[in-house]
């Protein structure tokens, strides 16, 4: 009768449950968290990101590296310009079709029907553009 007696009362210890209320505060403080996280979820973030950035690609210039390319490139723009202009006159008056070469750009210019089209090719990764000047 003993053991029944026990088993009764263990069923019924067992039968009272204590509850108390859940309640969800998010973590992140862009959904309405505590802003002191903010600094705890960037650290984490950032220890788990793998990606690293490239460190010769944010080589800045010196001024005088800086000075150096920007007049060459106005040097080679006043060049192009020459050529440019001893082909073609005057935009609209122009006879014959003309083929330069600037370094690895080479340039191609004709007339058509939509105007002035000028294509420009780079021999050394094969990238292309094309401009067209639409007749006055």
């Known amino acids: 009768m003993k053991p029944k007696l026990l088993l009764i009362l263990f069923l019924g ?13 998010p ?4 959904f ?8 705890w979820l960037l650290s984490s973030a950032n220890a788990q990101n793998d990606f ?12 005088l590296e800086q000075f150096g390319d920007r007049l060459n490139d106005q040097v080679l723009s006043q060049i192009s310009r ?27 210019v004709f007339e058509s029907d939509e105007g002035l ?3 420009i090719l ?11 000047v639409p007749n006055p």
């Not at 780079?122 to 067209?132: K, L, M």
Request: overall charge negative; some cysteine; hydrophobic content about 30%.
């Open 122 to 132: 780079d021999t050394s990764n094969g990238e292309q553009t094309q401009v067209v």
């Open 27 to 30: 973590l992140n403080p862009a």
């Open 52 to 63: 690293t950035a490239d460190t010769e690609a944010r080589e800045e210039q010196t001024e």
């Open 82 to 108: 020459a050529l440019l202009a001893q082909q073609v006159e005057s935009v609209g008056d122009f006879d014959e079709e003309g083929t330069f070469t600037f370094g690895t750009l080479n340039v191609e």
């Open 13 to 25: 210890a067992c039968t009272f449950t204590y509850a108390q209320q859940f309640s969800y505060k």
């Open 32 to 39: 309405g968290g505590d802003t002191f996280n903010y600094n």
């Open 117 to 119: 089209v000028i294509n």
